[in-house]
């Protein structure tokens, strides 16, 4: 775009701003923002995270991307958001497209974007900012001259529902396998051949899936019958990228102008859990464990608070308690916490890992205030079947050593909707609940409090519990209603999450290809937002599923069958499905399988990856 168009245009979204809630939204200009002469460097990157800025600002994906990529001389990378309801409104009547916020360029203008999709409640969104950017929704609509659009992200370990709008998926981790595309595409550039050349050599990457090179059948009830490469350059499975060791930790944060949801310095300190919870995809798509070393951490929160000011610090992982280290590293936090004033945040710790080493370290960094556990279940019975093995007296163990070392808020994380559950097993998380809080009580007296967060079990791909049937949204609401009445005047808080909305991430997480004509129609329907509970409506997608001629109920209520080819099997998460099957039998017979830290269980992440772990520090991964 010629400089005086690209003056007009930025003087197009300054007009607009006053018109609108909160315009720092769009402005950039944020403390540590890197801005690079737009004819400078060979490559633009767009890196687009598809809600509002006030959250997608705080994701660190994005956050250590665009640092990575702004570390090379020919990349520029730039920001851009999900523009609110507002700004959408007043941007399409001016004719104003999507832009990035430190150039305030189209993002037509970039060679590449970067789509972030953490989870599928986000894909609607997708579709109205590539519709906003004015990049067609199809890949094989695209030409030549529009940018090539990339995703990655938890939710595209399944990439199918959004099939048909990528053109290629980054699966796993993104630090090198995001650089190996800008390559690719520069490479690309520098000759004279066709896009389809172009997702062709994309398609070479180890870690990169190209859905247009890939075919789907189907059997007559609906079943996938095969997924077969059109190319040779296809190698199917695609296998998941991983680090064999984490990169340096980010440190260089931006420090956004206006409030957003988590204001802190955030340090990743272990990737990866061992723990083998059935229901949990992240702990098992992110194996193997890879820890960063204390002092690691410790110089980036130094340095992070250095260059942004902050006043709170984040250790983030799945299972912070887990690392080996970790007296060693809180222990190490006392001192840099002293000095500088500054406040933790705690995340969900595992009641498994306590020790009362640990609680004493941990009251003298967050003396008082609020301390989460995440039992997950109300009865052992139901604990063994989820394989979150613990007793209740273990639990209760926990609970007082929180309220004798000085805590008085409790926060609780419960599931609903587990395969076997019964109104029993519901009826015990409230028993639970009560429980903690008249021990509370007995502690610390009436300054005890205990917040019980109930959310709804989503049977999600690549887990032993993939094969298994959502639970039907009138039986997940009677439960629900069964905690309210059991808890109300009790004193303990309950929130909980709409069986509806809980059903939608069902029907798009465990989706196939012919899904994404469903999520269009739900986008042409109005559907934005579909993670904001004010904006949410169920409506428009049941009258796009019927638009679809597609049954609803075939993606959330049917039950898969063990020797049934599922939309995800051609991605390999480097857990193996007959570890998986396994797994979920022992769950009917309420076996439990420990952490594997100790014992190797065969799931298949080394042999997936053997080469590359013994290129890890010590010669390996945190694995047996």
Avoid at 129 to 136: R, S, V, W
Avoid at 250 to 267: D, G, Y
Avoid at 353 to 375: I, K, N, R, W
Avoid at 565 to 586: C, E, M, Q, S
Wanted: charged share 20%; aromatic share 8%.
């Amino acid at each position: 775009m010629p400089f005086t168009h690209q003056e007009h245009f930025r003087q197009q979204v300054e007009r607009i701003l006053p018109t609108v809630a909160k315009p720092g939204r769009y402005v950039g200009g944020e403390l540590n923002q890197t801005v690079k002469p737009w004819d400078a460097v060979q490559t633009h990157v767009a890196l687009v995270f598809p809600d509002i800025y006030d959250l997608g600002q705080s994701n660190l994906g994005m956050a250590l991307l665009y640092d990575l990529l702004n570390q090379r001389a020919d990349v520029a990378a730039e920001r851009a958001f999900a523009p609110w309801v507002d700004m959408e409104a007043a941007m399409r009547t001016a004719g104003i497209p999507l832009f990035s916020l430190e150039n305030k360029r189209p993002l037509l203008d970039f060679e590449i974007v970067g789509v972030s999709l953490p989870y599928e409640t986000l894909y609607t969104n997708f579709l109205n900012l590539l519709d906003l950017a004015g990049i067609p929704l199809y890949s094989e609509q695209r030409t030549i001259e529009h940018p090539l659009v990339i995703a990655g992200g938890q939710a595209v370990y399944n990439p199918e529902p959004v099939a048909p709008f990528v053109d290629a998926f980054a699966i796993g981790e993104g630090e090198e396998v995001l650089l190996e595309i800008v390559d690719a595409h520069q490479s690309w550039a520098e000759s004279t051949q066709s896009r389809q050349d172009l997702l062709i050599r994309l398609a070479g990457i180890p870690g990169v899936y190209v859905p247009a090179l890939v075919d789907v059948t189907y059997h007559p009830d609906g079943t996938i019958q095969s997924v077969h490469p059109r190319h040779p350059a296809v190698n199917l499975p695609v296998d998941k990228r991983i680090l064999a060791k984490l990169p340096p930790p980010l440190s260089r944060f931006l420090v956004p102008n206006i409030e957003v949801v988590q204001e802190r310095v955030s340090v990743e300190i272990m990737r990866g859990c061992t723990r083998g919870c059935r229901f949990c995809h992240a702990g098992m798509v992110n194996r193997p464990i890879r820890e960063r070393p204390v002092p690691e951490i410790l110089a980036a929160l130094e340095a992070g608070l250095d260059q942004t000011g902050y006043e709170e610090i984040s250790l983030l992982s799945l299972s912070s308690s887990d690392h080996s280290e970790i007296i060693a590293l809180i222990d190490g936090l006392k001192s840099l916490l002293t000095e500088r004033q500054v406040n933790i945040t705690l995340p969900s710790l595992r009641i498994e890992s306590f020790s009362e080493d640990l609680m004493d370290v941990l009251q003298s960094l967050s003396p008082g205030g609020g301390f989460t556990l995440a039992p997950e279940a109300g009865t052992e019975r139901m604990r063994n079947i989820i394989n979150k093995p613990l007793s209740d007296k273990e639990l209760m163990s926990t609970v007082r050593s929180v309220f004798e070392h000085g805590w008085k808020t409790l926060k609780l994380y419960f599931m609903i909707g587990h395969p076997q559950e019964t109104l029993s097993d519901v009826q015990a998380i409230a028993e639970v609940c009560q429980a903690v809080l008249q021990e509370g009580r007995r502690i610390a007296g009436g300054r005890a409090r205990v917040h019980a967060g109930v959310s709804t079990f989503i049977p999600k791909p690549h887990t032993p519990f993939q094969w298994v049937p959502f639970e039907d949204t009138e039986s997940i609401q009677t439960k629900i209603t069964l905690l309210q009445d059991a808890l109300r005047g009790s004193k303990v808080k309950l929130t909980w999450n709409d069986p509806q909305a809980s059903l939608l991430e069902a029907w798009l997480s465990r989706g196939d290809r012919r899904l994404a004509a469903v999520i269009h129609r739900a986008w042409e329907n109005g559907a934005r937002f579909d993670a904001w509970g004010d904006q949410f409506q169920i409506e428009p997608w049941r009258a796009a599923f019927a638009d679809s001629g597609l049954d609803p109920d075939f993606y959330s209520f049917r039950a898969r069958d063990l020797d049934e080819t599922l939309p995800w099997d051609h991605i390999n998460a480097g857990v193996r499905k007959a570890f998986l099957v396994r797994d979920y039998r022992y769950s009917l017979a309420g076996k439990i399988r420990p952490d594997c830290r100790g014992q190797c269980y065969a799931c298949g992440i080394l042999s997936s990856f053997d080469e590359l772990r013994l290129t890890g520090p010590d010669g390996g991964w945190k694995c047996p």
